[in-house]
């Protein structure tokens, strides 16, 4: 029926083929922003899942706490797409980077380059 250099072209082939499928990157799952609730505190869905999310390493002064809430929305509005780089959780709440899936950018970095808040990192 076949010869056998038509198995091996079909076998070629294919190789070929799981080759390409399996170095091609796959797309990323990222996560999309809800309700920015506070200037440190987002509420995030994944898949069916909606969590608490707080900016790690962010102090807000309360004087600062609308323009950075208005900072934020302008960044990230609504069903914006980020990544999260989680830095551990306190009570429930998971506290992570959030960075910008379209500009790449940290956001407490931003809210600290805006003016608008200071890093403090609270090492246990």
Same mark, same amino acid.
Not at 13 to 33: G, K, M, Q
Not at 37 to 63: A, F, H, M, W
């Given at each position: 029926?076949?010869?056998?250099?038509?198995?091996?072209?079909?076998?070629?082939?294919?190789?070929?083929?799981?080759?390409?499928?399996?170095?091609?990157?796959?797309?990323?799952?990222?996560?999309? %922003? #809800?309700?920015? &609730?506070?200037?440190? @505190?987002?509420?995030?869905? $994944?898949?069916?899942?909606?969590?608490?999310?707080?900016?790690?390493?962010?102090?807000?002064?309360?004087?600062?706490?609308?323009?950075?809430?208005?900072?934020?929305?302008?960044?990230?509005?609504?069903?914006?797409?980020?990544?999260?780089?989680?830095?551990?959780?306190?009570?429930? %709440? #998971?506290?992570? &980077?959030?960075?910008? @899936?379209?500009?790449?950018? $940290?956001?407490?970095?931003?809210?600290?380059?805006?003016?608008?808040?200071?890093?403090?990192?609270?090492?246990?």
């Amino acid at each position: 029926m076949w010869s056998i250099s038509l198995k091996v072209r079909f076998i070629e082939f294919i190789f070929t083929f799981l080759i390409l499928f399996l170095i091609t990157p796959l797309p990323s799952f990222s996560a999309e %922003v #809800l309700q920015v &609730r506070s200037s440190s @505190l987002l509420q995030i869905g $994944d898949n069916n899942r909606t969590y608490t999310v707080q900016l790690s390493c962010l102090e807000v002064s309360p004087k600062d706490e609308e323009a950075a809430i208005a900072w934020i929305k302008k960044e990230l509005p609504r069903r914006s797409r980020v990544n999260l780089k989680p830095e551990g959780s306190q009570d429930g %709440v #998971l506290l992570a &980077r959030v960075i910008t @899936l379209d500009s790449k950018q $940290d956001l407490t970095e931003g809210l600290v380059s805006a003016g608008l808040a200071k890093t403090e990192c609270i090492q246990n």
